[in-house]
Nanobody
């Protein structure tokens, strides 16, 4: 069973950048489809981005397309989310998630394993 630990969150001004990391243990990252979700206060957890376990395809929600990039480093067994041109509406707790199914989904129920989350706050 894979364990996931996020890091890299923090406070940043609008227009700034952050890179989130998700370190995996107890399993090989390349065996999982990986994703990032986020949850703002008072809102449901929503899909942000995903990368297929082959690394050959990615998917983004419309609001982050062109600003965020999801990637993996298999040697480090780590998932990343590079976030550029951040906006106040990007403020949320960001979670990484893993699924042992081989395709991409934006559904929370698709993912079997979750990290504990890391807070991202974007000030205006």
């Amino acid at each position: 069973q894979v364990q996931l630990v996020e890091s890299g969150g923090g406070l940043v001004q609008a227009g700034g950048s952050l890179r989130l990391s998700c370190a995996a243990s107890g399993g090989t990252l390349s065996s999982y489809t990986m994703a990032w979700f986020r949850q703002a206060p008072g809102k449901e957890r929503e899909f942000v981005a995903a990368i297929r376990r082959s690394g050959t395809s990615t998917s983004y929600t419309d609001s982050v397309e062109g600003r965020f990039t999801i990637s993996t480093d298999n040697a480090k067994n780590t998932l990343y989310l590079q976030m550029n041109s951040l906006k106040p509406e990007d403020t949320a707790v960001y979670y990484c998630a893993a699924s042992n199914r081989g395709w991409i989904s934006d559904s929370r129920s698709f993912y079997n394993y979750w990290g504990q989350g890391t807070q991202v706050t974007v000030s205006s």
